[in-house]
């Protein structure tokens, strides 16, 4: 496998690692020409529209928009009737993304407030979004990973109503993404995809109600859907290739990383894998791992050309070198594969979720570890954070000012209103110097 080997102490490593991480965020134009007019068409006609692109996209020809909603019963039903083992681990799951987001809710989306000396109390309501869409992928696969990451930190958050869509094509709907939104508390599914379902619940229409923010992942027509309507509506984000970053001491069996590795590499050919190591034997002895493993993969193709296309074996002069790369970039996910992985975490800053040890694979955390799987990518984990409980969540600030403290604060915002011109903001403060 012709995959790129670079070394930090080459002089020209900077440049390389900028070659390698390059990936071009130009929008396709005929992409952005179908979306603007498949939104202006929902925005105008509603479910007309609706109905027509999704007959035209996923070969599903209802009569109305309300044929493609899926009754809460059937999707019961969808759940009741999962083999065993399916039934247990989407339970085993839920319940995992359930604990920790309860966690999360009960330590980061708090109301407080505080009195200060005049009297006056200053303090943060924390209150749900009334209404939310989720997006589920399902064109080339089936995603019920997707449903429990998305629905279930919004249901934790006290969300009001949470409305799924789901593309359908040629009308095949999945038993395991209708049971994951059974049992994360999904109220409402309408099987349509693509611009004209983020359309859909950003206007609303006669039978699709508006939200008031969209979460998931899709395709580039989805991506490009969500960039147009935020404003409209809020957005989780706009997410980039897959991703994931391995920093390795040499201690953890080359297998376990270079399957790894795969596992980011088999979402498709612009996903990126990349191993730093300041072992070069170590970095050998991957490559020869992954050379030995590819051939019995499944999406062997996707992978070698996911690999030799954006692919990295990065040979680094020590762990905290490598830790400090690592920081440039920013992965989406990122595992310390170490025999003391802690002692590296406090040299960690950016990345949407760290693996510790040799024991934590990446695919833990797409499917049940219990943190959210929705992770920022392309270098925007330097600003960003993974889906979570705070999304689905605003906050109002509170002001409840006393006399006195309207005494002490009203000359201050008389001055600086003055200053700015602004003369009624300084009467409505000295009007109450009372």
Known sequence: MRIARLDSAAADFDPRLQQLLHWSEAQDQG?????TTILAEVRSQGDAAVLARTAQFDGVHAASVAELEIPRAQLQAAFDGLPGAQRNALELAAARVRSYHERQRDAVCRDW????EDGSRLGQRVTPLDR???YVPGGKAAYPSSVLMNAIPAQVAGVGEIIMVVPTPKGERNALVLAAAYLAGVHRVFTAGGAQAVGALAY???????????????NAYVAAAKRRVFGQVGIDMIAGPSEILVLADGSVNP????????SQAEHDELAQSILLSPDAAYLDAVAAAMDRL??????????????EGRGGLIRTRSMAEACAISNRIAPEHLEVSSASPEQWLAHLRHAGAIFLGAFASESLGDYCAGPNHVLPTSGTARFS????VYDFVKRSSLLHISAAGARTLGPVADVLAQGEGLQAHARSATLRLV
Not at 31 to 35: D, R
Not at 294 to 307: G, H, Q
């Open 31 to 35: 992409i952005e020409e179908a979306v």
């Open 113 to 116: 407030d505080y009195v200060d």
């Open 132 to 134: 939310v869409g989720i």
């Open 204 to 218: 609303g229409t006669a039978t699709i109600p508006r939200v008031d923010k969209i979460t998931g992942p899709g």
């Open 255 to 262: 297998d376990w990383v270079a399957m790894d590795l795969f």
């Open 294 to 307: 590819l051939p019995d993969m499944p999406r062997a193709a996707v992978i070698r050309a996911s690999l």
């Open 385 to 388: 954070s993974p889906l979570g």
